[in-house]
């Protein structure tokens, strides 16, 4: 393993697993960035196709790449924080193997977060959808820019407005998100993470659309590849020792969700940096926000019952995929 005894400023984590359809191309962005210090940081879950000999075609030739293999599979959310932990960046950014990324992408978020100051913590460029084949479906807007100093306020406009979770793929600072559970063993866990991170500092936006986000069969969250057949799939991905329940899973996200913010949940807490007051108000915009967008969303689908019109296609990604999508 070819490392340089000095740390990069950035780590991109990229954790992989049965990717070998777009994995060149994802290579290929990822080091075509024009910033001018980072190691890519990838760890293949046991994959079973080309995805091994790809990584070690382009590790070969490319010694900022670090790479790695578990013997076994681990699940998405371990191989998700497995990245985390090899990192030795203080500023860190997670990798999807079917995304492509501007050559910008990482310098224009950074150079935010070093305007900005500690009191962000995250930024994230505008995103682009895809289709599995390249082809541009529209801008997305994510809306999360979270510029509150109040962090409740954070967290409760975090709620109100989430969907697919793309600033989960932004530029993190790497002391801050090693402070939270990170991925957690079950669907969804971006959310809390999302909370998390919000709970401890700002979101910025960079306003040009620097990210390409690829919606196709074999998303995570899509639930319709080989080894996801529907949400307890899903799960089982997430987690292979685990039984994949997914009983009340809006309801469970959000008892696993309060707890990270109280500091009770598994790992170390948002709570942490905050006081007890703090925290306590942090779970509370979290339920009342999250449960309220919920009901704004059945009522919305009701009326359009009622009325006989159809759900539109934008209604049916933000509700399939907007309790998160990490992916791997």
């Given amino acids: 393993m070819r490392q340089s005894s000095v740390p990069p400023r950035v780590t991109i984590g990229m954790p992989l697993y049965q990717a070998e359809r777009y994995l060149d191309s994802a290579f290929r962005s990822l080091l075509g960035q024009d910033h001018p210090d980072f190691e ?34 681990l699940g998405a959310a371990a191989n998700y924080n497995r990245v985390v932990a090899l990192a030795r960046g203080e500023l860190f950014r997670w990798a999807a193997y079917d995304d492509w990324c501007a050559p910008s992408l990482v310098s224009s978020c950074v150079a935010a977060l070093d305007r900005a100051g ?13 289709d599995e084949n390249d082809t541009v479906l529209g801008p997305y807007a994510d809306r999360l820019d979270l510029p509150d100093r109040r962090a409740w306020r954070r967290v409760g406009d975090l709620m ?32 809390t993470l999302l909370a998390e991170l919000a709970a401890r500092g700002r979101f910025h936006e960079v306003p040009e659309p620097l990210f390409h ?9 899509q639930g319709r590849g080989p080894d996801r057949r529907g949400l307890p799939g899903v799960a089982a991905w997430f ?15 959000t008892v696993r969700s309060v707890q990270a913010l109280l500091g009770a949940g598994a790992g170390a ?31 919305g689908r009701l009326r359009r019952t009622a009325l006989g019109r159809p759900i ?14 990490v992916r791997t």
């Avoid at 539109?312 to 999508?325: E, F, R």
């Fill in 40 to 73: 890519l940081v990838v760890c293949d879950n046991a994959s079973t196709d080309r995805t091994w000999e790809i990584c070690q075609r382009f590790a070969a030739a490319d010694p900022r790449i670090r790479l790695y293999r578990n013997d076994s599979n």
């Fill in 118 to 130: 500690p009191g962000v913590v995250l930024a994230y460029p505008q995103t682009v959808l895809i």
């Fill in 160 to 191: 109100a407005r989430f969907s697919l979770c793309n600033p989960v793929f932004g530029v993190i600072r790497t002391d801050v998100l090693r402070r939270t559970g990170l991925i957690r063993p079950y669907p969804s866990s971006d959310v």
């Fill in 213 to 221: 986000r690829r919606i196709h069969p074999g998303s995570s969250r």
């Fill in 239 to 253: 987690d292979p020792r685990g039984r994949g329940s997914v009983r009340a899973p809006r309801l469970r996200l």
């Fill in 269 to 299: 807490g948002a709570g942490e940096d905050l006081g007890r007051g703090a925290r306590l108000a942090c779970a509370a915009s979290f339920v009342t926000r999250y449960w309220l967008r919920r009901a704004r969303i059945v009522a």
């Fill in 312 to 325: 539109s296609s934008s209604l049916l990604v933000g509700t399939q995929k907007g309790a998160g999508d």
